[in-house]
């Protein structure tokens, strides 16, 4: 049996929580693995990339310090 891309496992995990009748969680931090989408069912999709050019200094260290505790996860 294969094992599934990372970029289809989102999705699959957000329906099995709606049929669990789980709370969907607002904001979901991802591996880079998953970079096809940005939002699934209203559910939005953080994964690491390079700040931009335009973002201030706390800007930057808000997002280094969420992915850094899901890295650490």
């Given at each position: 049996?294969k094992a599934p891309?990372?970029r289809y496992t ?64």
């Amino acid at each position: 049996m294969k094992a599934p891309n990372d970029r289809y496992t989102v999705g699959a995990l957000l329906e099995q929580m709606e049929k669990h009748e789980q709370k969907l969680p607002g904001d979901l931090v991802y591996e880079r693995g998953g970079r096809e989408k940005s939002k699934i069912k209203a559910v939005k999709i953080s994964i690491p990339s390079t700040p931009k050019s335009t973002d201030k200094i706390y800007q930057k260290q808000i997002k280094r310090r969420e992915f850094r505790i899901q890295s650490s996860n």
